[in-house]
């Protein structure tokens, strides 16, 4: 037995969906190949990766890494096929022709997505369609692939994100609709209250994207973003919940795709603060042109005022943002909010800021 080399393609062939193949009669070979180790049996050679145990239970192919590349998955599972002159059993060309083709469409859209798998930002996924997928895979592929195959692999294949959340490789390859929901709700983020008439001129004076307002209604209503009039009369400081980043620990690693980002921030404690009027655990509203750069005076100890340099430095703080090239006059609006919603400004905010 010998270790698969980086030219080898490394795939898992534990995916039962896929192809009608892969059934008990397969599921026998395999065991009795890896547990007998009985090649001449079949008149095959393998190379797989001996120095890991074999589990079937993994149906995440690769990763994404923090710097954009792909890292294939539990290689205890990856075995490539060797082919003799003669084969026994006839489907394991199938078998390889599958990780073959999974492999090749893998890479093709680590290339189309290449921003996305980068920025781990999901304003930057691009719209793919099969006709892109089959012209870059030609050019660096020079091989065959078709439509079929393509939506196969795409709703039977797995990946885990930079946040290790598990997608089907279809995420990759988002519809239209989802794609304008992203960019209504950025569009929302520097005017909450606007009319589906004002979002569709957004869309296409920032995206150029012209769509009717029936269709912006439509939309709004599969992805539960509420209408103005729910807007406007749920305006207080929880409404907008919605339009900020998932809360992350106020360290170093997670500030890389805030670099020049324009946003409204809010540092939130793990403790609750008690207000005038109810509960929060936030405990300070900001905003700023550059968000990366400002939460690293945070970390560095350079706050704005002695008390907030002592309060991050003595507890465990996280962060969450609207990027927004609107961030003062949504900074204004939040804070108004805060104070309607909490009756006083968050804890760390000038009016506290020397309690």
Not at 101 to 116: A, N, P, R
């Amino acid at each position: 037995m010998t270790l698969l080399t980086k030219n080898d393609y490394l795939l898992n062939i534990f995916n039962y969906k896929l192809y009608k193949y892969i059934n008990k009669t397969y599921i026998r070979f395999i065991d009795d190949l890896i547990e007998e180790n009985d090649l001449k049996k079949f008149n095959i050679k393998t190379s797989f990766l001996d120095n890991y145990r074999r589990s079937r239970f993994y149906n995440e192919v690769f990763l994404i890494t923090s710097s954009g590349n792909i890292e294939f998955l539990h290689k205890q599972n990856l075995i490539k096929f060797v082919y003799c002159d003669k084969c026994e059993i006839n489907s394991l060309l199938n078998i390889n022709i599958k990780n073959q083709k999974t492999y090749e469409l893998i890479k093709v859209l680590e290339i189309l997505q290449k921003k996305f798998f980068i920025t781990n930002n999901i304003s930057d996924i691009k719209y793919i369609q099969h006709s892109d997928i089959l012209n870059m895979h030609k050019k660096v592929f020079n091989t065959f692939l078709s439509k079929p195959i393509i939506s196969l692999i795409l709703n039977n294949t797995a990946y885990r994100d930079r946040d290790n959340n598990i997608h089907k490789l279809s995420y990759l390859t988002p519809k239209k609709y989802f794609l304008n929901y992203i960019r209504i709700k950025r569009i929302l983020s520097k005017y909450p209250l606007a009319t589906d008439e004002l979002i569709k001129k957004e869309l296409k004076t920032e995206f150029d994207i012209d769509i009717s307002t029936v269709q912006v209604f439509k939309i709004r209503k599969k992805y539960f973003i509420p209408s103005r009039t729910q807007r406007v009369h749920e305006n207080n400081y929880e409404s907008f919940e919605y339009y900020f980043s998932r809360p992350k620990l106020l360290i170093n690693e997670n500030l890389l795709k805030y670099k020049n980002s324009e946003a409204v921030y809010e540092l939130i404690s793990t403790s609750k603060i008690n207000y005038t009027y109810k509960e929060s655990y936030t405990v300070y509203i900001g905003s700023t042109k550059n968000l990366y750069k400002r939460l690293n005076e945070y970390i560095n100890s350079k706050g704005h005022t002695p008390k907030l340099r002592a309060y991050i430095k003595s507890n465990l703080i996280y962060f969450r943002a609207v990027e927004t090239k609107n961030y003062k006059g949504l900074e204004t609006t939040l804070l108004n909010k805060f104070i309607d919603s909490f009756g006083e400004l968050p804890l760390l905010n000038s009016n506290n800021s020397k309690k």
